[in-house]
């Protein structure tokens, strides 16, 4: 990860790219099944490409797992 920079997604590009809404990212949050964001400002919130991209793997592996 030293070579690639860092990618922050702010709240609406993570909703675009999970396909989950603004509740159902916060409800995750608190069971702890879902990155929690970093803190940019008194007012902004985002989280790392990269912990998005792993979540949505989980999500995938998760489901492959339970079909087969």
């Given at each position: 990860?030293?070579?690639q920079p860092l990618?922050?997604?702010?709240r609406k590009a993570v909703e675009s790219r999970t396909g989950l809404s603004r509740s159902s990212l916060y409800t995750y949050i608190a069971k702890g099944t879902?990155?929690?964001?970093?803190?940019l400002g008194e007012r902004a919130v985002g989280w790392t490409e990269e912990s998005i991209s792993r979540w949505l793997e989980s999500r995938v592996e998760a489901s492959?797992?339970?079909a087969a």
């Open positions: 990860m030293a070579n990618s922050i997604l702010r879902f990155p929690a964001p970093i803190r492959r797992t339970k």
